[in-house]
């Protein structure tokens, strides 16, 4: 196909003090299309007025004002109406080919969107692409006494749709489990990816420090408690092995105030950091010399994973879903299947008693996240796949 595609990458919400994988994945993706020319279509970023300001400001000296488009947010009873007509009109102004949610959330106005678009006449009708990124669909779409279900089971309305007409998800799991239990329309291309990116430039090797880290939401899938349970067992019985180290937790999230409680009760402040304001890792990263994940379901595509790999810090983690594609077992860091603080503290006592390998485990990780998982090999599978829909 010689003709660029015009794509139209949709989301919202970009801005906030703790931005998770999503927030800073897409806009990431955006700029390095661009700025590195690594992709041969038309790129368009639609978004909220707030985060397109963000946008505009972030990407200033790249010359992408033109190509980040602002939709409306109305607030009267006209709202899905208007919001409906604006983004008709945003489609069909810039020709339009492909539409990438990045981010589908059912309790955002997505689905109003697309039911407005399937009306269109075909000629100005686009293709329409679901990113999924939430790892634990298998576990929690099925299982009506987890917590996430009636949240989940909302995806049913849009699966059974004709509204879209791809999805591209992070997970070769979700996909099984989608053709396994047949929950959505046969004539839909699903694609899980086999490789991702972070900002390599961004992100890499500073002056190492004795300091172990975890960086993420903290919420029931990242289990920070976990994490704090295990380097507490190591804090009160490991004490001359952890002389020197140090302990950092970073994020935001339901168990924020329990972690704090613990910290402050058990007077551990001077060998546990905590905190919860951070807009940017990369320094921490730069000094860390190791990151680790309590993940329930999955690892791999962990942006925060893989801005550690980057910045040269070995990954312990539990060996659950993909996490093979990050991890290899003793090269870049060490994987558990047991999935309990013990079996946490287990692989952290093992990394601190293997001094000797922590160089070239920060090197492997390093090495895997520049020439494994990078921007050129991202971005030309994703092409791939959005001139395959257009063929469709």
Not at 110 to 139: D, H, S
Not at 302 to 316: H, K, Q
Not at 377 to 385: A, M, T, V
Request: glycine share 4%; net charge positive.
């Amino acid at each position: 196909m010689s003709k660029k595609i015009n794509i139209a990458l949709i989301q919202f919400g970009l801005f906030s003090n703790f931005r998770r994988g999503p927030q800073r994945f897409f806009p990431l993706l955006f700029k390095n299309y661009y700025s590195k020319s690594l992709g041969f279509n038309n790129l368009f970023f639609f978004t909220d007025v707030k985060s397109s300001e963000f946008l505009n400001n972030e990407f200033k000296q790249l010359g992408l004002k033109s190509r980040i488009v602002s939709l409306v947010n109305i607030r009267n009873r006209l709202k899905i109406f208007l919001e409906n007509l604006d983004f008709i009109f945003k489609i069909i102004y810039y020709k339009i080919d492909i539409i990438h949610i990045c981010n589908y959330n059912h309790r955002i106005d997505y689905y109003e969107r697309l039911k407005a678009v399937y009306r269109l006449p075909k000629f100005l009708k686009p293709k329409v692409i679901i990113n999924i990124n939430y790892c634990g669909f298998r576990e929690e779409f099925l299982n009506s006494n987890h917590e996430g279900y009636n949240q989940l089971r909302k995806y049913d309305e849009l699966f059974k749709s004709e509204y879209f007409d791809g999805i591209y998800t992070w997970y070769k799991d979700f996909k099984d489990f989608c053709i396994e239990k047949e929950i959505i329309n046969k004539n839909v291309k699903i694609h899980a990816i086999s490789s991702y990116f972070c900002d390599n430039e961004k992100y890499k090797p500073g002056i190492k420090k004795n300091q172990i880290i975890f960086a993420s939401s903290l919420s029931n899938t990242k289990r920070p408690l976990i994490f704090l349970d295990a380097i507490i067992s190591i804090i009160e019985q490991e004490t001359e092995l952890i002389s020197n180290w140090e302990f950092i937790i970073c994020g935001q999230g339901f168990y924020e105030k329990q972690i704090k409680t613990t910290i402050f009760n058990k007077n551990l402040a001077h060998r546990i950091k905590f905190y919860n304001d951070i807009h940017d890792l990369s320094s921490f990263f730069a000094s860390s010399k190791c990151f680790v994940s309590t993940q329930k379901y999955e690892n791999f595509t962990s942006l925060s994973m893989n801005e550690a790999m980057a910045a040269g810090n070995a990954i312990l983690a539990f060996d659950v879903g993909q996490t093979h594609e990050y991890v290899k077992n003793n090269e870049n860091g060490l994987l558990t299947k047991n999935e309990t603080a013990s079996g946490l503290k287990e692989i952290i006592v093992n990394y601190l008693n293997s001094h000797e390998m922590h160089d070239d485990m920060s090197k492997k990780s390093y090495k895997l996240a520049r020439e494994v998982h990078n921007e050129a090999k991202f971005i030309n599978e994703l092409d791939s796949y959005w001139i395959n829909i257009l063929k469709n």
